[in-house]
């Protein structure tokens, strides 16, 4: 028999497994100081709101020193916080706070790349070719005559080339913006040096880590490299393709486990990682490396009942192999927000990140349903919530937030906008406008002063004080569903229930919690059981169209 202690260790070890996480974005959540940027004052300040929204975690986007050429994912040094937006007193405050509201607190770690202003690119920069401090990255020679041609076409995330020029010539490797050299992780004190970030976070009390392209960090760069059209020709599958998911990449994450381990409960560990299957994605949820991975698959997805069921199916199935839980989640601060998605025509096998095209080709007013969409976001999020494992949610989603479509050039912030990346005409700017708080005031309440990145008009109807007041709000829906989520949640299974209609999803949950979607556009009758929730308004036994109904079964 385990000791009352030893079972609440267990307990708390496995926190994670079924939390819902909310993630943000901390220069647009909120602004302590009235600069227009969102700063940990500001997350502290709002330790209530997230208290009273019923979340089990945060993650926040990097806040570390950054020239933001990437949105912080251009890190200048990993064990500190941007002067722009706070201190390490602040992030111990905010995170005591978090902790004192019963929220974890994870971090985002982003292990590929630095930025061009971390002290070890500047030095080895200064140190020139041949130099020890050069091999903590990928430089080489360049081809043509006088090397004046990047070593390889190879096209970067972003758009542009993937190698950059240094004033002596030599070129080196950035998979993302030229701000953002990719490190060396054949180098041990790369390695070492990433050990010693994790610790210093869990020294200080995070309780977890999200760890950017995860599946980007070992690289295989012989003498001479494919061009651009032999890599594309290259197996992805088999963990042997020179620049994405080597299966090398599993061993730094045991060394990572080892350090979580250390710590009581151990450090939990999320991966993003695109990869091109769920058994490649299993790698990186084993228990003996990261513990856990995002699953994209209803992000890109339809608002369509065949699509979540498999999903669904597939996803659930594949966590009883690992033993790590299915992660849930539509959106981020990297794609259109799923409110706006369902707004638009179907993606139909297009991308997720090319429903923006829409937007911009027929304006929001025109191209947009925008109730219709806000409608089957609220239905998808019930059911995501009623799935057992982790639910992901991003910042104002959970006020119904439309994306801003309209920003302005000038004003724009990503570089996949200005670098004309293949895959996004618009960037990501428009998820990551700063949240409205109240309905009027400079910055909708965001702050005191301005909000760094344009919100339009519309932010007003969308205000989460006014949200609070008002019975049926998104934000209403969200802190009932995460409330009775707590309450109702119990182990990780699900059972389909037939339904007899294939636009409509039920399933229950140990315990007899039943949800039941309807993803048709005709009312159907509610099976028996008492209502407890519904994403829209319910009369009688009918379930209406594009709706998500719990009941206890
Ligand atoms: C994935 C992050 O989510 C994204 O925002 C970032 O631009 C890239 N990784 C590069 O770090
Ligand atoms: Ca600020």
């Known amino acids: 028999m385990p000791t009352a202690l030893q079972t609440a260790t267990a307990l708390d070890a496995d926190w994670w497994r079924q939390a819902a996480v909310y993630q943000i974005y901390p220069r647009s959540f909120a602004d302590a100081n009235g600069d227009g940027i969102g700063d940990l004052k500001g997350v502290t300040s709002r330790v209530p709101y997230l208290k009273a929204l019923g979340i089990d975690a945060v993650w ?35 995170t005591a706070a978090l902790h004192q509201a019963g929220i974890k ?15 070890w690119f500047l030095e080895a920069v200064a140190a020139g070719r041949g130099s020890a401090a050069r091999e903590r990255f990928h430089f080489r020679e360049g081809r043509g005559a006088q090397g004046e041609l990047p070593p390889t076409d190879w096209t970067a995330s972003f758009g542009g080339p993937r190698w950059t020029r240094v004033a002596d010539g030599q070129w080196y490797l950035n998979t993302f913006t030229p701000e953002q ?10 390695r ?28 295989d760069l012989p003498e001479q490299l494919p061009s651009k059209d032999e890599l594309a020709q290259l197996d992805r599958t088999s963990g042997t393709h020179p620049l994405m998911d080597r299966d090398e990449v599993h061993e730094i994450y045991r060394e990572w486990r080892k350090v979580f381990n250390e710590y009581d409960p151990p450090r939990f560990a999320v991966a993003e990682a695109w990869v091109e299957t769920a058994e490649r994605r299993a790698k990186y949820a084993s228990p003996e490396g990261l ?13 369509e009942a065949g699509q979540f069921r498999s999903i669904i199916e597939q996803n659930l199935e594949q966590v009883r192999a690992t033993g790590s839980t299915s992660t849930w989640v539509f959106s981020n601060h990297d794609v259109t927000r799923h409110a706006t998605r369902y707004g638009l025509p179907p993606l139909a096998g297009r991308t997720v990140k090319q429903g923006v095209e829409w937007v911009k080709a027929g304006g929001p007013g025109a191209a947009l349903d925008r109730q219709g969409g806000l409608r089957r ?72 002063g ?60 140990p315990g007899g919690w039943l949800s039941v979607t309807n993803f048709g556009n005709a009312p159907v009758q509610l099976p028996d059981g008492e209502l407890l929730l519904a994403s829209q308004p319910v009369h009688g036994r009918t379930l209406p169209a594009h709706t998500t109904a719990w009941l206890r079964a």
């Open 377 to 448: 976001a609220r239905a998808a999020t019930l059911l995501m919530l009623a799935l057992p494992g982790s639910a992901y949610l991003y910042q104002g989603e959970e006020l119904g937030l439309h994306e801003v479509a309209q920003i302005p050039a000038e004003s724009r912030q990503d570089p996949s906008f200005f670098r004309g990346a293949e895959w996004d005409g618009l960037g990501r700017d428009g998820c990551r406008v700063p949240l409205p708080w109240t309905p009027q005031g400079s910055s909708f309440g965001f702050g005191a």
């Open 291 to 303: 513990g856990q991975a995002f699953s994209f698959d209803l992000l890109v997805a339809d608002f």
């Open 60 to 94: 926040l986007s990097p806040f570390y020193p950054s020239a933001l050429a990437d949105g912080g994912y251009d890190v200048d040094d990993y064990r500190d916080v941007d002067p722009k937006i706070g201190t390490l007193e602040d992030f111990d405050e905010m």
């Open 181 to 190: 050299p990719d490190w060396n992780w054949d180098h041990p004190e790369v």
């Open 450 to 509: 301005g909000a760094h990145l344009p919100q339009p008009d519309w932010f007003a109807e969308y205000a989460a004080s006014t949200q609070e007041e008002a019975a049926g709000s998104t934000l209403n829906l969200y802190r009932q569903a995460l409330a009775l989520r707590h309450e109702l949640q119990g182990a990780e299974e699900l059972e389909w229930q037939d339904t007899g209609n294939d636009q409509v999803l039920a399933f229950t949950r």
């Open 105 to 119: 607190v994870i971090v985002d770690i982003v292990p590929n790349h630095s930025s061009d202003r971390h002290t």
């Open 192 to 219: 070492e040096d990433f050990l010693r970030t994790l610790r210093f976070w869990s020294d200080r009390g995070v309780d977890g880590f999200r760890v950017d392209v995860a599946n980007l960090l070992v690289k």
